[in-house]
């Protein structure tokens, strides 16, 4: 027997999470980026580690700003047409990433939301009712790694 993942109920959901709305509540806004909660101390990931990745962040995410959340999160590139923006579970971050994730209090939502700023770099964050909380500058896609097909 194979385990079903469960399907958030948004009038009953208590839990703070990436879609503490239903996602239509927001998916036909424009995105508004939120700072508070940088991680500015990690050694790999923090904002003091990462400056050199603040111009094309500031430049990619305000080119974001004329989109609707519909079409950041469902844009594709690749071979395989997968998304380039997209919600990962918090348990499939590799083991830093949740640890760091528990230390700083983040453990309370159930994903963080990648964006792709170059072919690896990415900008981690929690997305609540169209606001994106950045956290992480992750320029070696190491906060959820993946191999690469066709190598």
Sequence with gaps: MTKRAKKADYRKDKRIGAASSPPSGYYDKNPLWAF??????HQKWGLDKNTHM???VLKYLKGLESQTWRSILTATSGRADNTRNHAIGIDKLCKDAQKRAEEIKLDEFDELVSIAISGAGRVWGVLLDG???IVWFDPHHEVYPVSKQHT
């Design 36 to 41: 508070r909660r940088i991680d500015a101390e």
């Design 54 to 56: 603040l111009p094309d």
């Design 131 to 133: 606001v994106y909380y």
